[in-house]
């Protein structure tokens, strides 16, 4: 895909992304997620980080500290914030052209585009996952994310929790199962654990 097209199916998945954010009930702060360590009111705050992370990096600056409390008490405006930067930055002109210097190597930036979209995409039905919203999400994003996945997770970024690793072991699902299952399975999530 082009550049500006992976650029747009970006923006949608930080559209879908907080749109599910937008949705929390304030009592579901504490409901349990498809990431074991984290409540849902975690969960935004890593995807909050995410974005203003990417962002940095994305730009070549150093990574910003983990670990502090970036939502407050208004959840959808930190992300928001976070969000618009982040596109903000892949729409600069040039902002696709070249490579990145990664630990893995130099790679097209379009390549960490994609990790992006596939990042959101899965928090995006973690969070509707864990607060009884629909799965079934926005599907050509699904694909990208799920098509980037299985073309770049090996199996040495996996591991049990506790282990250090990004990535869960891979949960399989049936191949007729919906995308988003797929995609949350294949990113060692379980789609048919039960959540609120």
């Not at 992976?6 to 579901?28: H, N, R, Y």
């Not at 039905?125 to 994003?141: I, N, S, Y």
């Not at 090996?154 to 988003?180: C, H, I, M, T």
Request: charged share 20%; with cysteine.
């Amino acid at each position: 895909m082009p550049a500006e097209g992976l650029v747009d199916a970006l923006g949608k998945a930080l559209d879908q992304t907080g749109f599910a954010i937008a949705s929390i009930e304030p009592e579901q702060a504490g409901f349990p997620t498809p990431c074991n360590s984290w409540d849902v009111r975690a969960l935004v705050n890593h995807i909050v980080y995410d974005a203003r992370m990417f962002a940095d990096t994305t730009q070549g600056l150093p990574r910003p500290p983990a670990g502090e409390d970036l939502i407050d008490g208004d959840w959808i405006a930190a992300y928001d914030a976070a969000a618009g930067r982040l596109l903000a930055v892949w729409r600069q002109p040039g902002a696709t052209d070249g490579t990145i210097a990664l630990p893995q190597g130099e790679l097209p930036k379009t390549w960490r585009l994609g990790q992006q979209i596939a990042n959101f995409a899965v928090h995006a039905w973690d969070v509707a996952k864990a607060t009884g919203r629909p799965t079934e999400l926005d599907p050509g994003v699904g694909r990208l994310a799920l098509d980037w996945g299985r073309a770049n997770l090996r199996p040495e970024f996996r591991g049990e929790e506790g282990s250090g690793k990004v990535f869960g072991p891979e949960v399989q699902v049936p191949g007729d199962a919906q995308l988003y299952d797929r995609l949350a399975g294949f990113f060692g999530r379980n789609p048919y654990a039960i959540h609120p």
